[in-house]
C-alpha cells in the first residue's frame, strides 16, 4: 500500500526549461494539493483539487499549471522554469468532508539553474 | 501575510525535558489546528489536532494546548527523546470547501541525548 507517491524525486533544470510533477494516491481521496517547502517560509500552498476534472489555485500558483484528469492523479507543471522555483515539492491528499489531516508524499526537490 | 506564526527557529531540550514549541495565530475564525512533525526526505506526518471547542489533548506523550483569547497554541512533548528530533509545523484549514491548511514557518526540534 503505497499511499501518496511523487516522481521523480530529483530533478535539475536550466532556466527556461519545462517539468511535469507526478503525484499518485491510492487511499481514494478526493482532495489532493500541492505544496512547496522554503527554508524560513514553511509549506505553501500552490494549487489543489478537490475532485477529479477540477482545480483550483492556492496561495502561489504564479508559473506552476495543474491538472486531474483522473481520480488518483495530480500532475504539477512548470512550463518554463525560473531559480525562484527551486524549491523541495510535496503532494498531499485530504478525505472529503473530513477536517484537516493531510497525508504527505515524500517530496520532490527540484533545482532551477 | 502569515495567518499561523512560529517565532522560534529552532530548540533544543535534554533527554527526559519537556519541549514546548509555541504558534500563534492571526485569524479568530480558526476552528481547528494541527500538529505536523517532518523528518529529514520524508514528507510531513500528522501528530496531533485541537478543535476550537477545547483547551487541551492529549496523546501519550504529547499535549496540546489552546488559549483562543491570546490566539496560541503549544505543543508539549514529555518526556523528550532523541526520536523526536524533527520540523514541528503549526497548521490551521483556511475557510473554503476543500479546507485547505495554511502552514506556519515550523520548529527545529533538537533532542540531546
Known amino acids: 500500500n503505497a499511499g501518496v507517491t511523487q516522481t521523480p524525486k530529483f530533478r535539475v533544470l536550466k532556466t527556461g526549461q519545462s517539468m511535469t510533477l507526478l503525484c499518485a494516491q491510492d487511499?481514494?481521496?478526493?482532495?489532493m494539493y500541492w505544496y512547496r517547502q522554503d527554508p524560513g517560509m514553511g509549506l505553501r500552498l500552490i494549487h489543489y483539487?478537490?475532485?477529479?476534472?477540477?482545480?483550483a489555485k492556492g496561495e502561489v500558483p504564479d508559473g506552476y499549471n495543474v491538472s486531474r484528469l483522473k481520480k488518483q492523479n495530480f500532475l504539477l507543471g512548470l512550463e518554463s522554469a525560473a531559480p525562484s522555483q527551486t524549491s523541495v515539492y510535496f503532494c498531499?491528499?485530504?478525505?472529503?468532508?473530513?477536517?484537516?489531516?493531510?497525508?504527505f508524499g515524500e517530496g520532490s526537490r527540484l533545482t532551477v539553474l | 501575510d502569515q495567518q499561523v506564526k512560529q517565532n522560534s527557529p529552532s530548540l533544543s531540550v535534554q533527554e527526559g525535558r519537556i519541549s514546548i514549541l509555541n504558534c500563534d495565530y492571526t485569524?479568530?475564525?480558526?476552528?481547528?489546528f494541527l500538529w505536523y512533525k517532518k523528518y529529514p526526505a520524508e514528507g510531513p506526518t500528522f501528530l496531533i489536532s485541537?478543535?476550537?471547542?477545547?483547551d487541551k489533548n492529549e496523546d501519550g506523550r504529547f499535549t496540546v494546548f489552546l488559549n483562543k483569547s491570546a490566539k496560541h497554541l503549544s505543543l508539549h512533548i514529555v518526556p523528550s527523546q532523541p526520536g523526536d528530533s524533527a520540523v514541528y509545523f503549526c497548521?490551521?484549514?483556511?475557510?473554503?470547501?476543500?479546507?485547505?491548511?495554511?502552514f506556519g514557518s515550523g520548529t527545529q526540534l533538537t533532542v540531546l541525548p
Open positions: 498531499a491528499t485530504q478525505e472529503g468532508g473530513f477536517t484537516g489531516e493531510l497525508f
Open positions: 483539487s478537490v475532485g477529479e476534472g477540477t482545480t
Open positions: 497548521a490551521a484549514p483556511i475557510s473554503g470547501s476543500a479546507r485547505q491548511l495554511t
Open positions: 485541537i478543535s476550537s471547542i477545547k
Open positions: 485569524n479568530s475564525m480558526f476552528d481547528y
Open positions: 487511499m481514494n481521496h478526493e482532495y
